[in-house]
């Protein structure tokens, strides 16, 4: 069964070593490998290979996403980290740029230097 195994998630970048900084420097993911076609970094469950492309056209909705026990406290550190929360015209978000879904359900969204969009949540 596939959920028995772990997950490897796949973000594609054009610039690797601007992906590497952010995703090693601001998000402290940890840095495993560099194989030419893909930095390859972790988190304490699951890798995550930032693929080499020459172009690609970012997805419109999230592409990867983080659920944490504490959400305005990481947004508070990833702001101060300088990460910019996004802000969707159409929903209504807190001061620090969280959003409660109507079950209350917590998420916010920030991209990466790609424009590939990224989210923390807390269920």
Do not use: C
């Amino acid at each position: 069964m596939l959920s028995d195994h772990p997950l490897i998630g796949f973000i594609p970048t054009t610039d690797a070593e601007r992906s590497k900084a952010f995703y090693v420097d601001v998000l402290k993911l940890k840095f495993v490998a560099d194989d030419h076609f893909a930095l390859v970094v972790a988190t304490n469950s699951s890798t995550i290979r930032i693929v080499r492309m020459q172009e690609f056209t970012p997805a419109q909705g999230t592409i990867l996403g983080w659920e944490v026990p504490d959400l305005p406290m990481e947004v508070a550190s990833l702001t101060e980290a300088g990460i910019t929360f996004e802000r969707y015209g159409f929903l209504e978000h807190d001061a620090l740029g969280i959003w409660t879904t109507p079950s209350g359900s917590k998420v916010a969204w920030f991209k990466d230097p790609d424009g590939n969009v990224l989210s923390l949540s807390q269920h």
